[in-house]
């Protein structure tokens, strides 16, 4: 869909496209694996190439620890780089996962001393949790890497005094700032920390996580904790100044005693107006004798940079771009340079007049697409050029500040989130959060009785197999610059807009899209014992007979094998799901949250949620209910718990809910809105959580110790109890609100069941969205009707997903109806090709059938495939330069439904016999029913301590583990490479028996 606003842009990509035959282009029907390429280039699983040594000269290098040998327990998710006052010396923190790693030769876990805050000694307590500051020797133009200092808890924060004696680190959700200073050769801890005061027992090695917003309030049941984000410091170095993320404040710190003087609140329990939430990073105007004399703040779910002048206490607010981030002053002091992070832009502010004097725009002319993610920012010496990283394009952007346009884009390493200049302007040190994982076959198997797969003790999550680099790049210039903003083009796909015959051939045809979203699977973990593709049948864990409609609709329709799941968790991954990118916010936050913050202080914020809120509901009703009311109004209905006023969503991309003619981005339902297409809405986006309780003791009845609990009723529209409250204003009159969402005590097929109900007598719109959540697996000492195990919770899965094609294809809206299948992450499970594997389904007439497809695809190709044939318009720049599926569809159609198979399993003790009718039916199919190793009560007491209200509000690692050791058997050893070609034969001949069986099939229909 190429508009006339982008066709200059467009033809600009072409002549660009001559100046360098060796550039690689990112994925376009290649069917290469996710992982390296030639040339020092790697292809990512969101289609995106990185090519990070591409800038002549340069270098790129991981954060390499040196704990292990094989370089897994090496760093990742650098956040922020700091360069000395005298250019010597440059600082980079992580903050992210960078926990549980073991000696790779004992299998013992890697554990840190945690320091006194009040003493800087060894407080006796250990950790296992490893965030870090590198500190490097530059002095040379080389890295050289002089001390790693592990820190528990970090949070983006990183600063220099200005006399470069001692530096400054953010402590996260511990609420303190470290101080290390120098004695010469080395960092020491300059003892006492800076204690910020929110948390309780803030003296002790880690204080408790309570000292969030709500702390003092009534509905306290669902504060969160405290957490540090940007700290800066005066010219003078007597002043420190901090954001308080999770407190809506920044706390100015006298830095000599290291004491707080005075907090500064901008938005307070109970207020009207939103202001001063999520504060993030910090600027200091010093006056001319070096005293703090004006602080700026950003805020980013306000839109808006705060000033705040130190002496009098006065705020002014300054509207800038959407989702600010990081801000930076000039040398003078009297500009400030902000990255606005959803829109693509920088706002530039007047330090004296406390206003916006101009916006840079970060995107290519004529192109109206976000997600670059501007996310840090760098002036060269001469104050002439600034220096963006843009962790969606992975670039930094060079801008030329007198004419305000982008000059250039170098290309770095995946999701970059900090630059530096080095003080002759020469270089450019650049660091980046992630890289390819590669495949986990050992599904974190490390207990004792699993040694034999995973035999040097890796860390094979998701989060921590990405890692963290560093590059030095020669500031390029002319020519070089251009050679390489074309290689950054090529990388991020802009050569892939051109309309595609396919998809306009089935926009006539295919007038009903439903999307189903699933839970955290890999490919090997189901599919993998499949006759054909690239599978490794021992990994797999749910089988044919768990699982029979996965492993038929895969062999009726198209099987997948090389599809990848862009996001590495649940909030990553359902961004990428419903808006085809991430917010910075979402970056910054996620690997925090699964990683050293461990849900405590920072929040599931990524569906709709803001700090346990649901945003689309009203503060307070007089007849409050958990669909109508906020938490905070049913804990406290007189209204002085309220925060978060308004439906703004902090981590929601730019456009959300907007339906205005002209708007581009938001969610998928948003853009389907604004083209006049109906939605319906089963279960995305809807809260059903109460964070703050961890069980439920009967699933089907109030808890009066929770007046937010919604109880399970298997026929909710019948027993008038509504299931669903929604986060999303736009989709409050779309959503069937008798369908649950995410629980993992409710069956799916109490879901089908109601969206059966619903879709009879609504019937079918255009755009259809539906969760099936139960392959998460969880809460198996209270899940209902006997669904008590992951492999009945899958089976249930399962035959949901059968019944829903069923029915649908015995619809007349059949002829005119795709269906996407994914899920949103593959965090739980194996896979012997990378860990972002996964499951894809297209169901449609027109689909290829029978077909292996292995075209390397990934969630973002579903979106724009979906988009493509609804013919709605794109999100993104990552939609608009992916790739539909196209291959695999046909133009001749086979209108034959499908039959579902019920998995043998639900026909069997312990689940309950009324849960699936069809198997009284003897005319029904039904697979063999499988002995499961382990029963209710082992899983029950496996996870006993597991909190399984919200997605992955766990030990994702643990989980892996117990998911191995009580599907398979501590017994089970990790299959050897000698079994390979026997299994490649077996499935060969698997794969012509069922080819055979489908030709006879297909004979007797047409007869």
Same mark, same amino acid.
């Given at each position: 869909?190429?508009?006339?606003?982008?066709?200059?842009?467009?033809?600009?990509?072409?002549?660009?496209?001559?100046?360098?035959?060796?550039? #690689?282009?990112? /994925?376009?029907?290649?069917?290469?694996?996710?992982?390296?390429?030639?040339?020092?280039?790697?292809? @990512?699983?969101?289609? #995106?190439?990185?090519?990070?040594?591409?800038?002549?000269?340069?270098?790129?290098?991981?954060?390499?620890?040196?704990?292990?040998?094989?370089?897994?327990?090496?760093?990742?998710?650098?956040?922020?780089?700091?360069?000395?006052?005298?250019?010597?010396?440059?600082?980079v923190l992580t903050s992210g996962y960078n926990q549980n790693f073991k000696n790779e030769n004992t299998g013992s876990n890697f554990t840190y001393p945690v320091l006194d805050p009040q003493t800087g000694k060894s407080s006796g307590t250990t950790t296992r949790k490893a965030e870090w500051v590198f500190v490097y020797d530059v002095s040379s133009g080389k890295l050289v890497k002089r001390q790693q200092i592990n820190i528990p808890n970090t949070?983006?924060?990183? *600063?220099?005094?200005?006399?470069?004696?001692?530096?400054?680190?953010?402590?996260?959700?511990?609420?303190?700032?470290?101080?290390?200073?120098?004695?010469?050769?080395?960092?020491?801890?300059?003892?006492?920390?800076?204690?910020?005061?929110?948390?309780?027992?803030?003296?002790?090695?880690?204080?408790?996580?309570?000292?969030?917003?709500?702390?003092?309030?009534?509905?306290?049941?669902?504060?969160?904790?405290?957490?540090?984000?940007?700290?800066?410091?005066?010219?003078?170095?007597?002043?420190?100044?901090?954001?308080?993320?999770?407190?809506?404040?920044?706390?100015?710190?006298?830095?000599?005693?290291?004491?707080?003087?005075?907090?500064?609140?901008?938005?307070? %329990?109970?207020?009207?107006?939103?202001?001063?939430?999520?504060?993030?990073?910090?600027?200091?105007?010093?006056?001319?004798?070096?005293?703090?004399?004006?602080?700026?703040?950003?805020?980013?779910?306000?839109?808006?940079?705060?000033?705040?002048?130190?002496?009098?206490?006065?705020?002014?607010?300054?509207?800038?771009?959407?989702?600010?981030?990081?801000?930076?002053? &000039?040398?003078?002091?009297?500009?400030?340079?902000?990255?606005?992070?959803?829109?693509?832009?920088?706002?530039?502010?007047?330090?004296?007049?406390?206003?916006?004097?101009?916006?840079?725009?970060?995107?290519?002319?004529?192109?109206?697409?976000?997600?670059?993610?501007?996310? &840090?920012?760098?002036?060269?010496?001469?104050?002439?050029?600034?220096?963006?990283?843009?962790?969606?394009?992975?670039?930094?952007?060079?801008?030329?500040? #007198? &004419?305000?346009?982008?000059?250039?884009?170098?290309?770095?390493?995946?999701?970059?989130? +900090?630059?530096?200049? /080095?003080?002759?302007?020469?270089?450019?040190?650049?660091?980046?959060?992630?890289?390819? &994982?590669?495949?986990?076959?050992?599904?974190?198997?490390?207990?004792? *009785?699993?040694?034999?797969?995973?035999?040097?003790?890796?860390?094979?999550?998701?989060? *921590?197999?990405?890692?963290?680099?560093?590059?030095?790049?020669?500031?390029?210039?002319?020519?070089?610059?251009?050679t390489l903003s074309a290689q950054v083009d090529k990388n991020n796909g802009f050569y892939n807009r051109r309309p595609d015959r396919t998809m306009r051939y089935l926009q006539g045809k295919i007038k009903h899209v439903i999307y189903i979203v699933k839970e955290n699977r890999t490919y090997d973990q189901v599919l993998g014992d499949l006759p054909l593709g690239n599978g490794d049948p021992t990994l797999t864990l749910f089988p044919n007979n768990?699982?029979?409609?996965?492993?038929?609709?895969?062999?009726?329709?198209?099987?997948?094998?090389?599809?990848?799941?862009?996001?590495?968790?649940?909030?990553?991954?359902?961004?990428?799901?419903?808006?085809?990118?991430?917010?910075?916010?979402?970056?910054?936050?996620?690997?925090?949250?699964?990683?050293?913050?461990?849900?405590?202080?920072?929040?599931?914020?990524?569906?709709?949620?803001?700090?346990?809120? /649901?945003?689309?509901?009203?503060?307070? +009703? +007089?007849?409050?209910?958990?669909?109508?009311?906020?938490?905070?109004?049913?804990?406290?209905?007189?209204?002085?718990?309220?925060?978060?006023?308004?439906?703004?969503?902090?981590?929601? %991309?730019?456009?959300?809910?907007?339906?205005?003619?002209?708007?581009?981005?938001?969610?998928?339902?948003? $853009?389907?809105?604004?083209?006049?297409?109906?939605?319906?809405?089963?279960?995305?986006?809807?809260?059903?959580?109460?964070?703050?309780?961890?069980?439920?003791?009967?699933?089907?009845?109030?808890?009066?110790?929770? %007046?937010?609990?919604?109880?399970?009723?298997?026929?909710?529209?019948?027993?008038?109890?509504?299931?669903?409250?929604?986060?999303?204003?736009?989709?409050?009159?779309?959503?069937?609100?008798?369908?649950?969402?995410?629980?993992?005590?409710?069956?799916?097929?109490?879901?089908?069941?109601?969206?059966?109900?619903?879709?009879?007598?609504?019937?079918?719109?255009?755009?259809?969205?539906?969760?099936?959540?139960?392959?998460?697996?969880?809460?198996?000492?209270?899940?209902?009707?006997?669904?008590?195990?992951?492999?009945?919770?899958?089976?249930?899965?399962?035959?949901?997903?059968?019944?829903?094609?069923?029915?649908?294809?015995?619809?007349?809206?059949?002829?005119?109806?795709?269906?996407?299948?994914?899920?949103?992450?593959? #965090?739980?499970?194996?896979?012997?090709?990378?860990?972002?594997?996964?499951?894809?389904?297209v169901i449609s007439p027109y689909t290829k059938r029978g077909a292996l497809v292995s075209t390397n695809y990934n969630t973002i190709n579903v979106l724009r495939t979906m988009e493509d044939l609804l013919n709605i318009g794109y999100l993104a720049i990552t939609d608009a330069n992916a790739e539909p599926m196209s291959d695999a569809f046909t133009r001749e159609p086979n209108f034959e439904p499908y039959t579902a198979v019920v998995p043998g399993?639900?026909?069997?003790?312990?689940?309950?016999?009324?849960?699936?009718?069809?198997?009284?039916?003897?005319?029904?199919?039904?697979?063999?029913?499988?002995?499961?190793?382990?029963?209710?009560?082992?899983?029950?007491?496996?996870?006993?301590?597991?909190?399984?209200?919200?997605?992955?509000?766990?030990?994702?690692?643990?989980?892996?583990?117990?998911?191995? $050791?009580?599907?398979?058997?501590?017994?089970?050893?990790?299959?050897?490479?000698?079994?390979?070609?026997? @299994?490649?034969?077996?499935?060969?001949?698997?794969?012509?028996?069922?080819?055979?069986?489908?030709?006879?099939?297909?004979?007797?229909?047409?007869?």
């Open positions: 869909m190429v508009t006339n606003k982008n066709q200059g842009y467009l033809l600009s990509l072409l002549l660009l496209s001559t100046l360098g035959a060796n550039i #690689q282009s990112a /994925s376009a029907r290649t069917t290469s694996p996710v992982g390296n390429l030639q040339g020092g280039a790697a292809l @990512l699983p969101t289609g #995106q190439i990185i090519t990070p040594a591409a800038a002549p000269g340069s270098t790129f290098a991981p954060l390499a620890t040196g704990l292990r040998t094989d370089d897994n327990a090496d760093a990742a998710e650098a956040v922020s780089t700091a360069l000395s006052p005298d250019g010597k010396t440059l600082l949070y983006n924060g990183l *600063a220099w005094a200005k006399d470069g004696s001692r530096f400054f680190v953010s402590g996260g959700i511990d609420d303190r700032v470290y101080v290390y200073a120098s004695n010469g050769s080395q960092y020491v801890p300059d003892a006492p920390f800076i204690l910020l005061g929110h948390n309780s027992n803030q003296t002790d090695p880690f204080p408790k996580y309570d000292g969030g917003l709500l702390k003092d309030t009534p509905a306290k049941a669902v504060a969160t904790g405290a957490v540090v984000a940007g700290i800066a410091v005066s010219k003078d170095g007597r002043t420190l100044v901090t954001a308080n993320f999770e407190n809506d404040s920044i706390s100015i710190v006298d830095a000599t005693t290291r004491k707080v003087t005075k907090e500064i609140k901008f938005f307070r %329990p109970g207020d009207k107006i939103a202001t001063g939430e999520f504060p993030f990073d910090v600027a200091i105007k010093s006056a001319e004798n070096g005293q703090a004399a004006k602080v700026f703040i950003s805020s980013q779910r306000d839109n808006e940079v705060l000033a705040v002048a130190i002496t009098s206490g006065q705020i002014t607010r300054i509207p800038i771009g959407s989702q600010p981030n990081k801000v930076l002053l &000039s040398p003078s002091q009297n500009r400030l340079y902000v990255a606005n992070g959803n829109d693509d832009s920088i706002s530039v502010i007047d330090t004296d007049s406390n206003r916006v004097v101009r916006t840079i725009s970060l995107s290519r002319p004529g192109d109206r697409y976000k997600g670059a993610n501007p996310n &840090s920012l760098a002036l060269s010496p001469d104050g002439a050029t600034l220096y963006v990283t843009l962790g969606g394009e992975n670039a930094v952007a060079v801008v030329d500040l #007198q &004419s305000s346009r982008v000059n250039g884009r170098i290309p770095t390493g995946w999701y970059p989130n +900090s630059v530096s200049v /080095s003080q002759d302007g020469q270089r450019l040190y650049v660091v980046n959060a992630k890289s390819n &994982s590669g495949p986990n076959p050992a599904g974190n198997l490390t207990t004792p *009785a699993g040694l034999a797969r995973n035999t040097n003790f890796k860390n094979e999550y998701n989060w *921590a197999l990405e890692k963290a680099g560093i590059s030095i790049i020669p500031v390029p210039k002319g020519a070089t610059l251009g768990i699982s029979p409609n996965h492993h038929k609709l895969s062999f009726g329709f198209a099987t997948f094998d090389n599809f990848y799941d862009s996001g590495e968790s649940s909030g990553v991954g359902w961004s990428w799901s419903t808006f085809a990118r991430t917010t910075d916010y979402t970056e910054k936050t996620q690997s925090v949250l699964y990683g050293n913050a461990g849900f405590n202080g920072l929040t599931y914020d990524y569906e709709g949620t803001n700090r346990n809120i /649901s945003l689309a509901l009203p503060q307070t +009703s +007089s007849n409050a209910s958990p669909i109508n009311t906020r938490l905070t109004g049913i804990l406290d209905r007189s209204g002085r718990s309220s925060i978060l006023p308004g439906d703004r969503d902090v981590n929601a %991309p730019e456009g959300d809910g907007d339906l205005g003619i002209d708007v581009i981005g938001g969610y998928l339902w948003d $853009a389907a809105l604004r083209a006049g297409k109906t939605v319906r809405n089963y279960g995305f986006l809807v809260d059903n959580g109460a964070p703050y309780i961890t069980s439920q003791p009967d699933p089907t009845k109030p808890d009066p110790q929770n %007046p937010a609990y919604i109880p399970i009723s298997p026929n909710p529209y019948a027993d008038k109890i509504p299931q669903a409250p929604v986060t999303k204003t736009v989709l409050l009159d779309k959503t069937d609100l008798y369908f649950r969402s995410f629980d993992m005590n409710n069956p799916d097929i109490y879901l089908y069941n109601e969206w059966a109900r619903d879709i009879e007598q609504n019937g079918l719109p255009n755009l259809m969205l539906v969760r099936l959540p139960h392959d998460h697996f969880g809460s198996f000492g209270t899940a209902l009707a006997g669904l008590n195990t992951p492999q009945l919770q899958m089976a249930d899965n399962d035959y949901a997903i059968g019944k829903l094609v069923e029915k649908i294809s015995h619809l007349p809206e059949w002829k005119e109806t795709a269906i996407f299948i994914i899920e949103d992450d593959s #965090q739980n499970g194996p896979d012997h090709v990378d860990s972002h594997r996964s499951l894809a389904y399993n639900l026909c069997a003790n312990p689940v309950d016999p009324k849960l699936v009718p069809a198997c009284q039916d003897q005319n029904v199919e039904k697979t063999a029913a499988m002995p499961i190793l382990n029963d209710k009560s082992w899983w029950a007491a496996m996870t006993k301590d597991f909190n399984f209200v919200g997605e992955d509000n766990l030990d994702p690692e643990e989980f892996n583990e117990i998911l191995w $050791a009580g599907i398979k058997g501590d017994s089970i050893p990790y299959p050897e490479e000698r079994n390979r070609q026997d @299994l490649r034969q077996n499935r060969a001949q698997v794969l012509k028996n069922w080819q055979l069986s489908e030709r006879n099939n297909s004979t007797e229909a047409k007869k």
